[in-house]
């Protein structure tokens, strides 16, 4: 990604979060904003399948921005599953086998059963895609964990998707918390260019 590429993104990330200050969280177009700049970091990559996926999950979590930004909460997580659906076939490429990072697996495991287990009470009608969702992001962690990458950028982005979406989960479902937009959109914002630079960097260092 170039330099002005990601001062374009961090610009945009942090607009946004200091609008969440003065309660303008309407601006959808600006939410948007950073995703759209990955995206063009990843169009300006030469053509691949991983280009290719990047482009999908980043469109899919575009969608999901737009959604959950006009209150479409159903769609909105059908959206970012697809998108984890995309990450996690990402992931999938570098597949090394389930003895790598096996601690970090069975924590992570042992957190999704948690965190399902908190939730499952508190979902009502919203139990089938709230645990779908959860799934799919648990199975992208996994493959993550499990993949050949190093933790920095792309396992580390995982990760910080799954704190992300953690802090939705709780604040909606579970307890309203000081300041969740902020946790929320700031460690998906981090997440979101995390995982796009680590396969980025996996794509240019498969070719040097």
Do not use: H
Not at 137 to 164: E, T
């Amino acid at each position: 990604m170039s330099k002005k590429l990601g001062m374009g993104f961090l610009f945009f990330s942090l607009l946004y979060i200091f609008a969440l200050i003065y309660g303008v969280d309407s601006l959808w177009l600006l939410k948007i904003m950073p995703i759209v700049l990955l995206g063009v970091a990843v169009v300006k990559t030469k053509p691949s399948l991983i280009r290719n996926f990047l482009l999908l999950a980043l469109f899919f979590s575009g969608c999901g921005d737009l959604l959950l930004a006009f209150d479409q909460f159903i769609f909105g997580v059908a959206a970012f599953l697809l998108a984890q659906l995309g990450y996690a076939f990402l992931f999938s490429r570098y597949w090394q086998g389930i003895q790598n990072r096996w601690s970090l697996s069975l924590l992570l495991i042992v957190y999704m059963l948690a965190m399902a287990w908190l939730l499952i009470p508190k979902l009502g009608e919203l139990q089938i895609p709230v645990m779908a969702y959860l799934f799919a992001i648990g199975a992208m962690g996994l493959l993550a964990f499990q993949s050949s990458l190093p933790m920095r950028w792309a396992v580390l982005g995982a990760v910080l998707f799954i704190i992300s979406d953690s802090f939705i989960a709780i604040n909606k479902f579970i307890c309203v918390f000081p300041l969740a937009s902020y946790c929320i959109m700031a460690s998906y914002y981090a997440a979101q260019y995390m995982l796009v630079t680590g396969f980025l960097n996996s794509v240019k260092n498969k070719k040097a």
